[in-house]
DNA sequence: ATCCAGGGCGGGT
DNA sequence: ACCCGCCCTGGA
């Protein structure tokens, strides 16, 4: 493969750091230079952004131009949706302000299935040492400007995987989960492919649930971070507890308030965009 | 040292 | 339906 470079100027929404860190993605890293850099598929990629130039440079599969419009989720008016959102109330207001830059990536459903499996009860910097290491002894090698780089196994890739080598990569008890979910994937109990094409989100979202390892929230960032692109659905972890209780139900003790409470609340007050009003709150309430 | 981090599961009521 | 304890690991 060899080095593409593609550039855009003026895109609207679209700030790196908003992107990569508002916590729909694992496997994108920070450079010196203030660029990011990252693995997708079959493509190693760096993003910088000076002013309002976008560089893209790196390995890429297929057209670099196809390959970013495609993974950045380009064709789709963050500027309309924002609007929408901010006439809410301040809150949503505010929090956009804060993550005006953020956009959600088009992932390859099989790696965030499994990636979120992973970030169950864990913590960021291990959730991406485990990725990591599973890309480095499972996945394919990617030699680019001398550094090497790992893609993400195939399900076909860890087909003969055994419990135990999972639990020595560090998984501790989600060695069983990814045990059983690769195996219902490859025996097509779940088939992926059909998944992009059923309509309704309830639909897919109860397929999701019988994954091993894949509860309600799990399957609802799934359904919002992957290239199922899923809008209407609502992540609920602890963040997204705190903040929804601190602006809206002020209940004395967050953690007695219940995620069906949550749930139908946001559907209220967010309705089919509540999914991405989930990022820009989760995002603030982290790192604001 | 104890706790907790982007939950899920299984077994109680 | 709700509730609860337990599940690895590693960093604070």
Known sequence: ????????????????????????CFRWNEQEDGSYTGVFGENVLNVKKENDVITFRGLCKNDIKKTVEDYFDLSRNYQEIKEKLSQIDE???????????IRILNQD????????????NNNIPRIKGIIERLSK??????????KKYYTFPTAEELKDVSVQEYRNLGLGFRDIRLYETTKMILEKKIDLEEMHQNK?????????????GVGPKVADCILLFSDLKRFDVFPIDVWVRRVMNDLYIKNEDETKVSKKQIAKLAKEKFGELEGIAQQYLFYWRREA
């Open 200 to 212: 309704n989100t309830e639909e897919v979202r109860n397929e999701l649930l019988t994954l091993s």
């Open 109 to 120: 459903l099989w790696e965030t299935i499994i990636s979120f499996i992973i970030s169950a």
């Open 1 to 24: 493969m060899q080095e593409q470079v593609y550039t855009l100027k003026n895109v609207d929404s679209f700030e790196p750091k908003d992107i990569f860190d508002c916590g729909q």
């Open 91 to 101: 809150n949503m207001e505010q929090s956009i302000e804060y993550g005006k830059g």
């Open 137 to 146: 002894v499972y996945g394919r090698e990617l030699d680019w400007h001398g």
